[in-house]
């Protein structure tokens, strides 16, 4: 079983940068998809980002341009670099580690970006 944490959430003002990680224990994440969503209250969990196992990334339109997903299989971490922040971008973000069988969720972590 896979156990994420997600890290690196802040206030920050908009146009200011964050880089979130998500640290994987319990297995290694080499084999596995990560995706990275977000949630801001009163809203349904959006993908903002994802990668698969071979490194192939996708985005949230919303985001492209600005966030960049990536991966270190040796540190078995996944990251997500937030550049050129928006107000509406605040949300509680996730990662996730799937597979086409399972998907571990992370607790989240705090996103709040000020104009």
């Known amino acids: 079983q896979v156990r994420v944490v997600e890290s690196g959430g802040g206030s920050v003002q908009a146009g200011g940068s964050l880089r979130l990680s998500c640290a994987a224990s319990g297995s290694t994440i080499s084999s596995y998809g990560i995706g990275w969503y977000r949630q801001a209250p009163g809203k349904q969990r959006e993908l903002v980002a994802g990668i698969s196992s071979g490194g192939m990334t996708n985005y949230a339109d919303s985001v492209k341009g600005r966030f960049t997903i990536s991966r270190d299989n040796a540190k078995n971490t996944a990251y997500l670099q937030m550049n050129s922040l928006k107000p509406e971008d605040t949300a509680v973000y996730y990662c996730?580690?799937?597979?086409?069988?399972?998907?571990?969720w992370g607790p989240g972590t705090q996103v709040t970006v000020s104009s």
């Open positions: 996730n580690a799937n597979t086409n069988a399972r998907v571990y």
